[in-house]
DNA sequence: CCTACCCTGTGGTCCGACCACAGAGGTAGG
DNA sequence: CCTACCTCTGTGGTCGGACCACAGGGTAGG
């Protein structure tokens, strides 16, 4: 085993149980590589890796907010992940776009299924206000667009699809970006993204899961057929044509 | 920006414009040290993040297969990610599992709308016969069921699905095994998931989307009621019946 | 009492060295 | 001539030590 796994294994059962916390901090780099009776070099090898899966976040200087501080923060090695392996071409963006399809009206139809503080919808009610203004650019309205959609997906509760939501948002940003050109019209797509936004959001607000699962269904491969982008089959992220969906409820624990 | 940042860079623009593939070597860490005007650490603890996400592979000695090799593995970044953050008990197992039943039960209505030649079937096949063998342990049933989940999900052709899905049944791999005790009679359980495999398999290969989809969620969701395992809700991983998934994630801090 | 300074401990970086490993190619033996 | 061995070379793996920048806290001075 390297030298560096040592760390890896040590901080991983620290976490385990308990003894490493969430806002603790690891202990310092030479103290590290003096109890596990390897060199310095090694243990930095293994917080960086720590550093690259969001489990610490490492700072010079002194006092609570230096050293390598215990964090959670999932999305950012779920991007890096991603972006990496888009990078090698062998992980086709269309699997990417498919999967978000289906996170997202998952996420839709769970939202709509939950019961909702009014505090819950707010930020997303106010990102659909700011994409009314008329002045803005393509970019600064994709970039809204993507808050709400992963605002959107993390109501439906569940903190690791709207982790992966967030980065998959951040892997297609680009790509989507590049494809407004495509576009035909991009005021009369605005207007008709503003309105499929809302309507959305009613659903949800609403308690209407299936229609609200529909709604971003179309909503999302609209805009992709629109962009002239990554074709994609039928169903939610899916190439399934039927879609009757009739769980088996009542079998619930 | 740090100096070990430099070489991801460095590596992730060099993947995308195509001037390092799959197969291909990293320069020599020597090399790419003097290259980018860096000490020779600064440039391991960037390789060694980039193993840590799955894009290289690192082994000593010379020829073809030794220095760092350009791979494309998700999978296990995925792994190390999830099992890091359910360490910190930010991550609710039951989100785990939930996310689990959405991705493999879309897997099987995908697969099931697909045209799949025998070969991709013939995988699954095998591991359902391998699993009737009546001596075989808990666990060991338990890595075929595993691997025959993980195939089924292989099915659905979106290498990222797939790649999550398995990287999920990793993290809930231990977990599972652990509530095997829970089970009235696992003798009697394992006779009822065989022949839920079986048709759960026939469905697939007989193109019936829906009922496959059916079938894999009231396999998954049967197993964890049997074994009193995280509740998780109605619907195809969702909670659409509306019962509060009071999650015991609240611990730490 | 307040302010400015230095002291201490943190990660960030670098150098140079040595080790283990595995293939390549030369070399001695058949 | 062919084969087996063996050294040679380049790879990553590891180490110790050194110096830097930074930020906070204690302390000496006003």
């Not at 590589?33 to 960086?48: N, T």
């Not at 399809?101 to 909702?116: C, I, M, N, V």
């Not at 009314?132 to 959107?152: M, T, W």
């Not at 949800?204 to 529909?214: D, F, K, L, Q, S």
């Amino acid at each position: 085993m390297k030298n560096y796994e040592l760390v890896l294994h040590r901080v991983e059962a620290d976490l385990a149980a308990g003894r490493l916390r969430i806002g603790g901090r690891l202990p310092g780099e030479r103290a590290l590589a003096e109890q596990l009776g390897i060199s310095r070099p090694s243990v930095r090898e293994a917080v960086r890796v720590l550093e690259a899966m969001g489990v610490v976040r490492t700072a010079t200087g002194s006092g609570p907010e230096a050293g390598a501080v215990i964090v959670a923060e999932p999305v950012s090695p779920l991007t890096a992940v991603l972006r990496l392996h888009l990078a090698t071409n062998h992980l086709p963006m269309g699997d990417v776009v498919q999967t978000r399809l289906l996170l997202e009206s998952w996420s839709a139809r769970e939202a709509a299924a939950r019961e909702l503080g009014a505090g819950e919808l707010k930020v997303a009610e106010e990102l659909l206000d700011r994409m009314d203004d008329a002045g803005l650019s393509p970019e600064e309205f994709h970039v809204l667009d993507a808050e709400f959609h992963v605002a959107l997906s993390g109501l439906a509760g569940n903190v690791l699809i709207a982790a992966v939501m967030t980065s998959l948002r951040s892997a297609i940003h680009g790509y989507v970006l590049a494809a407004v050109p495509n576009l035909p019209d991009w005021e009369a797509t605005a207007v008709g993204l503003r309105s499929e936004h809302r309507a959305i959001l009613a659903a949800v607000r609403g308690g209407e899961p299936e229609r609200a699962a529909e709604l971003v269904t179309a909503h999302i491969r609209g805009f992709y057929q629109a962009a002239q982008l990554a074709p994609f089959g039928g169903g939610e992220g899916g190439t399934a044509e039927a879609e009757d969906d009739d769980r088996a409820d009542d079998k619930v624990q």
